[in-house]
Structure formats: structure tokens, C-alpha cells
């Protein structure tokens, strides 16, 4: 069965930092991939999704995700943050059914 | 403009007692999920459902249950049997073709008092 794991729980970021939030998945065959976003209390957003091809993915919001096969890693990135981008972050692995499984989550704050 | 309801946003139940989330997708999709949320845990499956009058358990249905009757809804029950019900109760839809990643409501707060 697959699997995603993103190893922080919670990152603190300064307003205008990089920021680089970690997944890594387990699957036997080529994953689709997926990043959403939680503001609190609300529903989840995506941000981006990988399924073939380029392994450098742009989504919404400027951010932008690399899939590495060799290290099963799905690491999402924004060079410059901004306040408004406070939330959680969701990693997910699709199968061909195109049922999702989730990572626990990382929160991500940001200090000015 | 397309997208998934869910009612309430805030739903209080007293011991014992059944109650039944709301979520409606007017995306003409074809597949609809119910997810569980708790802090520090992700997203747990309830249950979900590929087409009408079909629907199959996921990985913590214990305690719950769900309905297609049309394409369009999705309701889910938390039954009694459900030791801890208290959650963030999350609905989801997609094309049953994809997978294209899903489509998210806002929410349902249920509160065990």
C-alpha cells in the first residue's frame, strides 16, 4: 500500500525566507502526486499535482514541486514567503483509482 | 459557480445520538469522499463512493455511514457506535477518470457534548 510521510510537523519561516517543505512517498509504480493547502477551519486547496513528464511542477500561489524518483521525494518550494502563506500543508499519493493518501501535515508559520 | 457544500459549519451533538453531515457537489463529478480530520493525524478515509448507489469503506468506517442515492450528494451519518466523534469532517469529490486530485469542501466541526 502507499504511503506519504512529511517529516516536519512544524516549520517557522521570516517573511520574504525560502521555503522548502519535505515529502517522501512510498509507492511500487510511478505515483501521482499532489499538494494542498489548508487555511484553518476551511477545506483544502491544491496547490500543484505531478502525474509525468517534467519533474519540475509549477502550481498556484508561486510554489513549485520536484519529483525525484531516486530519493521517492515530492518537495514543495517558494522562494520568497509571505504572511499570506501561513497555513498547512498537505502532501498526497494517488493510486490509478484515484484514491488519495494523505501526509500527517506541515504547518508553516511565518514571523515578520 | 461549481464547487462542494457542506452543512453545517458547526454541528454540536449530544452523547448517544445520531447526526448527518451534509455535501453536495454541483462539479457533475462522478466519485465523492468523506475524510476525518484530527490534529496531528492528516486525513483518515471514512468512506467513499465511484458511482450511484455504490459505495465502499475506507480505512475507519466503524461508527459511520453513508448514502448515494444521486450523483449530487453524499450525506454522511455518525452513528452512536462511534466512540469519538469529535472532528473536522471533511467531503471531497472528483472525476471518476484521473486521477485528477479532488475537490474539497469547507468543513464540518462536530462537537461531542
Known amino acids: 500500500a502507499q504511503s506519504v510521510t512529511q517529516p516536519d510537523i512544524h516549520i517557522t519561516v521570516s517573511e520574504g525566507a525560502s521555503l522548502e517543505l519535505r515529502c517522501n512517498y512510498s509507492?511500487?509504480?510511478?505515483?501521482?502526486l499532489f499538494w494542498y493547502v489548508q487555511s484553518p477551519g476551511q477545506g483544502l486547496q491544491l496547490l500543484l499535482k505531478y502525474f509525468s513528464g517534467d519533474t519540475l511542477v509549477q502550481g498556484i500561489k508561486g510554489f513549485e514541486a520536484e519529483f525525484k524518483r531516486s530519493q521517492s521525494s515530492f518537495n514543495l518550494r517558494k522562494p520568497s514567503v509571505h504572511w499570506s502563506d501561513a497555513a498547512e500543508y498537505f502532501c498526497?499519493?494517488?493510486?490509478?483509482?484515484?484514491?488519495?493518501?494523505f501526509g500527517t501535515g506541515t504547518r508553516l508559520t511565518i514571523i515578520p | 459557480d461549481g464547487g462542494i457544500t457542506q452543512s453545517p459549519k458547526y454541528l454540536f451533538r449530544k452523547e448517544g445520538q445520531n447526526v448527518t453531515l451534509s455535501c453536495e457537489q454541483n462539479?457533475?463529478?462522478?466519485?465523492m469522499y468523506w475524510y476525518r480530520q484530527d490534529p496531528g493525524q492528516g486525513l483518515r478515509l471514512i468512506y467513499y463512493s465511484q458511482i450511484v448507489n455504490d459505495f465502499q469503506k475506507g480505512d475507519i468506517a466503524e461508527g459511520y455511514s453513508v448514502s448515494r442515492e444521486k450523483k449530487e450528494s453524499f450525506p454522511l451519518t455518525v452513528t452512536s457506535a462511534q466512540k469519538n466523534p469529535t472532528a473536522f469532517y471533511l467531503c471531497?469529490?472528483?472525476?471518476?477518470?484521473?486521477?485528477?486530485?479532488?475537490?474539497f469542501g469547507s468543513g464540518t466541526r462536530l462537537t461531542v457534548v
Open positions: 509507492y511500487g509504480a510511478t505515483p501521482y
Open positions: 471531497a469529490s472528483s472525476m471518476r477518470t484521473g486521477p485528477y486530485g479532488y475537490t
Open positions: 462539479l457533475n463529478h462522478d466519485a
Open positions: 498526497a499519493v494517488a493510486t490509478g483509482e484515484e484514491k488519495l493518501t
